[in-house]
């Protein structure tokens, strides 16, 4: 691997890795925070109101 594009090749999966890491991390905070009941509510009202029951 020569130059930079073999440095991106090299760092691309590290980075991959450390995004899913982070991403898993946030979803597991968010739900212990009780946002997911907060979302999913939001989301039942969105889809009345769409649907024109509520």
């Not at 450390?18 to 039942?44: N, P, S």
């Amino acid at each position: 691997m020569k130059g930079a594009i073999g440095l991106f090749k090299a760092i691309k999966p590290v980075a991959q890795v450390a995004l899913v890491a982070a991403g898993v991390a946030m979803v597991y905070l968010g739900a212990m925070r009780g946002e997911a009941d907060a979302v999913l509510a939001k989301a039942i009202r969105l889809c009345l109101e769409c649907i024109g029951i509520g």
